[in-house]
């Protein structure tokens, strides 16, 4: 008479404490790079943009006596006009019209892209029953973007000269709490092409005479011309 020997068995539960702890173990070491591997992401995203940002500053400048977008200029009837003052949504509005850089979310960090509530252009145009055209910035709060600008460079100033940056209100040449990427950091765009990310930019930068600069308004010939998202986004 033969008998069925049931040969299968389960694991222990020593296997089984064995494979949860290696899954432990690679989850702790995936799970952070994966994260790493999406901020590096974003940052090149940001990176690029604000290349973007530098290379239409420069076409605007190209069609506009060698000089990139002013501190007193901004989209009226006929175009670029002189106006009182102006802020950064003045700024982005005059790049997508003369240079083309249409989509608003050029000026917003992909760290914190839910910050651009706004919808349409950087600009608008609008056409009375008379056929008038006029020309003015797109809706947007100032606030709503993460980066800031230079006002009133010119293509022969230094080509370490920052034009546009990630918005910074930490103190010194530190980023804060509130920036796009908390205190790890930002990027600045110069006048040259580059864009470089920095942790701390004091001490890294050069001052229009040839110094060092200690923050970034050490860095430009005119602080007052830099162009803040001051504000906040608009809910």
Same mark, same amino acid.
């Given at each position: 008479?033969?008998?069925?020997i ?20 690679? %989850? ?42 002013? &501190?007193?200029?901004?989209l %009226?009837? =006929?175009?670029?006009?002189? =106006? ?18 249409n989509? &608003? ?15 349409? %252009? ?29 006002? +009133? ?15 910074q ?13 908390? =205190? ?7 006048? +040259? ?9 004091? +001490? ?24 803040? &998202? ?6």
């Amino acid at each position: 008479m033969n008998h069925k020997i049931n040969t299968k068995k389960g694991f222990t539960l020593i296997e089984v404490l064995t494979v949860i702890a290696i899954l432990a173990i690679l %989850g702790a070491i995936i799970f952070p790079t994966v994260g790493q591997f999406r901020t590096l992401a974003k940052k090149s995203s940001d990176s690029s943009d604000l290349r973007d940002i530098v290379q239409a500053s420069l076409l605007f400048a190209s069609q506009n006596g060698e000089r990139l977008v002013g &501190p007193q200029q901004t989209l %009226g009837n =006929t175009g670029v006009e002189t =106006t009182s003052d102006n802020d950064i949504v003045d700024v982005a509005a005059i790049l997508a019209y003369e240079a083309d850089l249409n989509d &608003p979310k050029v000026w917003v960090s992909a760290n914190e892209n839910n910050r651009l509530q706004t919808t349409g %252009g950087l600009y608008v145009r609008t056409t009375t029953t008379e056929g008038v055209s006029s020309l003015a910035p797109g809706n947007f709060d100032p606030g709503e973007f993460s980066y800031s600008y230079v006002t +009133g460079l010119n293509t022969f100033d230094s080509s370490t000269t920052p034009v546009v940056y990630t918005r910074q209100s930490g103190t010194g040449g530190r980023w804060g709490p509130n920036d796009p990427y908390s =205190t790890e950091g930002g990027h600045i765009a110069f006048l +040259g092409g580059n864009v470089n990310w920095y942790e701390d930019v004091t +001490g890294q930068l050069i001052t229009p005479d040839g110094g060092t600069a200690n923050t970034i308004a050490d860095a430009v010939r005119e602080p007052s011309d830099i162009r803040e &998202p001051t504000t906040a986004p608009s809910n």
